[in-house]
């Protein structure tokens, strides 16, 4: 019986040399983390969590019970570990610094639930991180976090579906872990995770489609003329209210996300730069993919707030230089 290396092996394995452990401290109690949330979420309704309770996050966005949780799990678990100096949450109005960790190398970054609104119907939610080298200076501001998070040496998310399966890189590839229930461990099942060059499935919010700009509606118009059209073959449109959960289907199965500027009061999209557009933009270029907000690279994008939103396309490198180059026509 062939059995894959586990996650904990792997991160051993490709660990940085002079690194002495503490990256793969912190890979590995992040990973923790997201096996105590798929505990939890695996009551379901039975817990009571799964409920809006009327509050909202710094961001805005209808909190549930479980949102806190999740966030409260990764903020103990950092804690504990020491080598953390700070944390950035979608969940927390301001930046969390750790006592106990000032000469801490790195930051972490996260959003603790992504696309929580599925849980009432039971459907895909995600956890998103990225872990950042921190300033190597005694007091660190705002300004110096939105730097790093723009640069993090690694990149993940878990997805909690019919399976937990965690994902991540380091710049070199994107790796998958499947989580086995009887062993509690992560097991690499997915090596070197790429996009494929060519899409057949687009992900939009389609009700927002009388408020795309000229550029984005061409395009996802193009999308549906068939054989007959400019594309020359059908799309399959998808969308699972989690830009995590479409993350890792183009990383499966190829495709386009895209979440624009919309003129019904979200002119910069809905996504984080922090906690959701730049993670995910690290993985998605370290799988042979693009992520734009549209015409820039996202991440030679700068950040000016903690929640700050932007326009958002990720997925295979053809359908993001035609999306820009539809935006630079118009």
């Known amino acids: 019986m062939k059995i894959p290396l586990t996650l904990h092996q792997f991160i051993l394995k490709n660990q940085m040399e002079s690194d002495s452990g503490v990256f793969s401290s912190i890979m590995e109690d992040v990973a923790l983390a997201c096996r105590m949330v798929a505990a939890k979420l695996r009551y379901g309704h039975i817990s009571g969590d799964m409920g809006k309770d009327g509050k909202t996050n710094a961001s805005g966005d209808s909190q549930v019970s479980i949102d806190i949780l999740a966030n409260d799990i990764f903020v103990e678990l950092c804690k504990n570990n020491g080598n953390i100096r700070a944390i950035a949450s979608e969940e927390l109005d301001e930046i969390h610094y750790f006592e106990n960790a000032k000469d801490g190398k790195y930051i972490l970054v996260i ?27 005694e007091n660190i501001s705002e300004e110096d976090i939105f730097e790093c998070a723009r640069k993090p040496v690694a990149a993940g998310i878990c997805l909690y579906g019919l399976s937990t399966f ?13 989580h086995d229930l009887e062993s509690g461990t992560f ?22 489609k009388c408020f795309w700009n000229k550029a984005i509606t061409r395009y996802v118009d193009e999308c549906f003329l068939g054989e007959s059209g400019p594309r020359k073959r059908y799309f399959n449109t998808r969308w699972y209210a989690s830009a995590a959960a ?85």
């Not at 959003?111 to 200076?137: Q, R, T, Y």
């Not at 070197?192 to 927002?208: C, S, T």
């Open 246 to 330: 479409e993350l890792n289907r183009i990383l499966i199965k190829g495709g386009v996300f895209i979440y624009p500027a919309c003129s019904n009061g979200k002119p910069q999209g809905v996504l984080r730069k922090l906690y959701e557009a730049w993670p995910m933009a690290m993985m998605i270029e370290a799988a042979g993919g693009k992520a734009t907000n549209g015409v820039e690279r996202i991440l030679d994008v700068p950040a000016t707030s903690l929640h700050e939103k932007t326009p958002f396309v990720m997925g295979s490198v053809e359908e993001v230089d035609l999306i820009k180059a539809y935006h630079l026509e118009s």
């Open 166 to 178: 965690f994902s991540y890189t380091t710049g070199d590839g994107v790796h998958g872990f499947s």
């Open 111 to 137: 959003d603790p639930l992504d696309g929580s609104a599925n849980l009432e119907i039971n459907g895909p939610v995600a956890s998103i991180f990225s872990i950042c080298l921190a300033p190597g200076k």
């Open 187 to 208: 097991l690499y099942t997915h090596p070197f995770m790429k996009v494929l060059p060519v899409a057949k499935e687009v992900a939009i919010n389609y009700a927002n």
